[in-house]
């Protein structure tokens, strides 16, 4: 028999009551996407990327859509923790799921300062670290590009809260796995992959990059297969728990994540094709394992490593 | 705001050869909540289809909440809007609206003086119909003068409709075949507005009439709105995608707009 237990899934610390999330910069604060369907039949919420000050982000245009894909470059726009700790955590708390908070620094010390800060607050599930930032201090190089910048990053979040440290890897990398690993060693509880591949665009009119900020990430359908190939030597690397996204629109896309070693899957560009996508995804696996009535998600995780 | 699957009652093409197309739809729901400058986002491809990915924003040209009826017009410019002139009557389509902050209530003012530019007209029709809200340009005692600029002729649209209102309209064309030979902007200077005549003005077409549009109308000191676009991902203000900047710095067009009171927006 399938009940909503057979949609439950543990992402290390983090019990989420089906796999299904929103991925951080896609779902605001939630406000907007609460007017359309009710946020507590969501596995979990991933909140806007949050930095310790307000920023106002990328001049634009902000955003190109590409064959299945999108291109933006929204860079981080958002309120600061203080007035993201004011004005939304209360709201986000009582919505029924679980809250995963996305934090991004331009120092080593600044994402300590926001783990810190954010260890005091009740009602939060993980922190999702986003390593995807450049380091001011060292010239701009992303964190995340490097094992040694990236784990320092780990460690210090890990040092400043006693919150599950979830690490969200980039693409935009020669080797995924000695990251991954190097993140892993640093004290990271979860992954999650992949945020989005950089790119760009050129408007042959007008013969300059379509976006105000140049480059932009690249989601949505046409990144999947790059994500799931960096789920599967991921989850054949690590023992921890990953959250998979990366393109994912309906539930079938979520499955083959499930399969390649996702413990759970986060939406993102999906929702702007269909608001209700996150919910479909649910029904959808619910309808699968209803074929099989003794299999759970769990049972699916990584189902597609185990030789015939 | 919601989700409404929508029926095609009806999908004109107009003129001769200027890729606009109107279009009837039963959307009951969105029609009883829409308001003038508000905006549709249209999901314009097939159901497994991920070309193109993104829903269209289009604006709610005319409302009906008794008849349950939205109309959009729109002009042919790629892969969406080509998807969309080929639906059929009895088609169904999914839209996701009524978005965005339309504009405000123009009660208190007398002469309003409206610019239109290409597929920006659908977005101010409201203002002089609102049908079953506030009423009629007559009742209200105001007056409407409507200066619409298209490239050609076969462009400029309802013109019948807007007189049909009681509004005054003035065409502007580009290659001169109709009204003004030039922009809207230069028939408003043509016609030598003087201060005072107009207390308000309401905006709506491409980013460089609104800037001249703009600039024009703060120099007679004559208050107004201005209604903008921008490319959209989610259309709901969840995203941060579709800002543009304005004196209190980047502000998303989708739910803090379209329309912007003038003097806001920053058109460098
Ligand atoms: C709030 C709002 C209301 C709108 N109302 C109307 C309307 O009532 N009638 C109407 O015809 N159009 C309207 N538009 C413009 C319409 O959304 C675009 O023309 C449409 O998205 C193009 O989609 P496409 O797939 O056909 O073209 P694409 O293949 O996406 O693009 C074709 C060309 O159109 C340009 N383009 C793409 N998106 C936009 C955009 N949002 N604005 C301007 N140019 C764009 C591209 O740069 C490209 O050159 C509105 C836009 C906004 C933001
Ligand atoms: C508009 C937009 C904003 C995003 N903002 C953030 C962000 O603030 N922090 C972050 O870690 N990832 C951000 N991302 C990346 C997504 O969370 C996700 O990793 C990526 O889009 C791949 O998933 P998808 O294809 O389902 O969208 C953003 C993506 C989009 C499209
Ligand atoms: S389109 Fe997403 S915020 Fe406006």
Not at chain 1, 26 to 36: C, D, K, P, V
Not at chain 1, 43 to 60: K, S
Request: aromatic share 6%; with cysteine.
């Amino acid at each position: 028999m399938t009940t909503a237990s057979s949609l439950e899934t543990r992402v290390g610390r983090v019990t989420l009551k089906n796999p299904v999330l929103v991925a951080s910069g896609t779902f605001g604060f939630a406000r907007e996407y609460e007017r359309l369907f009710p946020i507590s039949a969501l596995g979990g919420v991933m909140v806007t990327g949050i930095t310790l000050e307000p920023r106002a982000g990328n001049p634009p245009p902000r955003l190109m859509e590409t064959p299945a894909g999108l291109l933006n470059s929204i860079g981080l726009e958002n309120p600061g923790v203080h007035k993201f700790i004011e004005e939304e955590l209360p709201r986000l708390r009582d919505l029924g799921t679980e809250i995963i908070v996305n934090i991004s620094g331009f120092s080593l010390d600044e994402y300590g300062r926001l783990a810190e800060i954010l260890d005091k607050e009740t009602g939060l599930a993980a922190l999702e670290v986003n390593i995807s930032c450049p380091n001011v201090k060292k010239g701009g190089m992303t964190f995340g590009v490097h094992p040694e910048s990236a784990a320092a990053v780990t460690r210090m979040v890990r040092q400043s809260t006693s919150l599950p440290v979830w690490v969200k890897l980039s693409p935009n990398v020669t080797d995924i796995v000695e990251i991954a690993q190097a993140v892993v060693d640093a004290g990271a509880d979860a992954l999650t992959l992949i945020n989005t591949l950089s790119g760009m665009a050129i408007d042959p009119e007008k013969r300059r990059p379509v976006l105000g900020n140049v480059f932009g990430g690249l989601s949505g359908p046409a990144v999947k297969p790059v994500a799931l190939r960096m789920i599967w030597q991921v989850y054949q690397a690590v023992t921890v728990p990953l959250v998979g996204m990366g393109g994912i629109i309906n539930y079938r896309d979520a499955l083959e994540f499930i399969m390649a070693g996702a413990t759970a899957v986060a939406i993102g560009t999906g929702l702007f094709l269909d608001p209700f996508s996150p919910l479909k995804v649910i029904e959808g696996l619910q309808g699968f394992l209803a074929k099989n009535p003794e299999e759970t998600i769990r049972d699916l995780i990584g189902a597609a490593h185990c030789s015939p | 705001m919601q989700v409404e699957t929508a029926g095609v009652i009806s999908l004109s093409p107009l003129g001769e050869a200027t890729g606009l197309y109107h279009l009837v739809l039963t959307a009951p729901q969105i029609a009883k909540e829409s308001g003038p400058g508000q905006f549709v986002m249209v999901r314009c491809a097939d159901e497994q289809s991920l070309d193109p990915l993104l829903l269209r924003p289009l604006n709610i040209f005319r409302y009906h909440p008794a008849a349950g009826r939205i109309e959009i017009i729109f002009r042919v410019v790629g892969r969406g809007t080509d998807w969309l002139a080929r639906r059929r009557p009895g088609d169904s389509l999914s839209l996701l609206g009524p978005l965005g902050r339309g504009f405000s209530s123009l009660e208190k003012y007398h002469r309003i003086l409206l610019f239109a530019g290409g597929t920006g007209m659908p977005a101010l029709f409201g203002l002089v119909e609102q049908e079953g809200k506030v009423g009629s340009s007559t009742e209200h005692n105001q007056e409407f003068v409507l200066l619409y600029g298209a490239r050609t002729k076969e462009e400029l649209v309802f013109l019948d409709l807007w007189q049909a209102a009681g509004v005054k309209v003035l065409t502007a064309t580009d290659d001169g075949s109709a009204g003004f030979h030039g922009t809207v902007t230069g028939a408003a200077e043509a016609m030598r507005i003087s201060p005072g005549e107009f207390d308000f003005y309401c905006a709506c077409g491409p980013r460089p009439m609104l800037q001249a549009v703009q600039e024009l109308m703060a120099k007679y000191g004559i208050p107004g709105e201005l209604c903008l676009e921008e490319a959209m991902a989610c259309g709901i203000g969840a995203c941060m995608g579709c800002v543009c900047e304005t004196v209190h710095g980047y502000r998303r067009v989708c739910t803090d707009g379209p329309v912007f009171p003038a003097g806001e927006v920053k058109f460098s």
